[in-house]
């Protein structure tokens, strides 16, 4: 089978790689049909995420086709049309029981990190009754890809980690894919504010699309002041995971506020802890455990969201080359969302 390799820092391939088989009774092998490339991927093609090994098929996001299945697996059958959640569950450690699946014994984020991963045209996947979700037939497969990771990371570990609620400002630093999930998913909280910091003005229509109520590209400090009377937001969302977005969140958020760091950090951050330990702030970072799919799953059969709409560019899964090359230049070639396909 083909697939997207990484072979360390600024390499990657497609390539010819051994179609994945059965290892446990517990696995399903994947025929991939969509797939996506998230900002993480690049994180790990920059260095960022050393555990990635020299040789690992990347990619943890996609809606495939089950070819095999273990003995083990009882939920599923060979045809059935699947989402794949970008974090591995085990269902039965105590991490699990508790809820906290990014943090499973034998799973968490394993795909395209720890084992090959989605970007390729086959992919075993680990305890599949629990990491494995079954399509509605009628459900866009564009919108079903978005499911796998950045819409319940934007709900879970932005709009549920900040706390959004009824009336609350929010403001968002980073408009990218991950930024602007975050925007969808909490106006389900009905926030009276939600400001997009970014300084790409066509991710800032974006997101005036989706509902911001503010956008701000230059000077976000003074902007904010302005916005607020000088109290600041309820809650700042980090989408970018670099210092100086991290670092506007701590000089946005007002007393008794929450910062919902949603980026992934390559980097350490200058703490303000001389200036934040004084307004009973609460800063919460996070995983994404995906626990909230199925209720997404809902919400976009409803046509509560349409994630779909994140989706700029669209390749065949052997284009993937090209497309990394897009994504690479996001701000250049206007992309948020890329969508790779077999079909």
Known sequence: MKALVFN??????????????????????????????????????KGDVPAVESGRILGHEGVGVVEEIGEGVSNLR???????????????????????Y????????????????????????????????????????????MLSDILPTGHEIGALNGEVKLGDSVAIVGAGPIGLAALMTSRFYSPAQIIMIDPDEN???????????????????????KLTGGEGVDVAMEAVGIPETFDICQRIVRPGGHIANIGVHGKSVDFQLQDLWIKNITLRTGLVNTDTIPVLMRVVESGGVEPAGLVTHRFKLNEIEKAYDIFSEAAKEHAIKMLLTVE
């Open 102 to 145: 990014a943090h499973c014994r034998d799973g968490g984020w394993i795909l395209g990190h720890l084992i090959d991963g989605t970007q390729a045209e086959y992919v075993r996947i680990p305890h599949a009754d629990n990491s494995l979700y079954p399509l509605p037939e009628e459900m866009d497969r564009a919108a079903a890809v």
């Open 78 to 100: 060979v045809g059935d049309e699947v989402l794949i959640s970008c974090i591995t569950s085990c269902g039965r450690c105590d991490y699990c029981k508790r809820g906290v």
């Open 203 to 225: 991710r800032l229509k974006m997101a005036k699309q989706l509902g911001a109520t503010d956008t701000i590209a230059q000077d976000p400090l003074e902007a904010i002041d």
């Open 8 to 45: 360390g820092p600024g390499k990657r391939n497609w390539e010819e790689r051994p179609r994945p088989t059965l290892q446990e009774p517990t696995d399903a092998v994947i025929r991939i049909t969509h797939t996506t490339i998230c900002g993480t991927d690049l994180h790990i093609l």
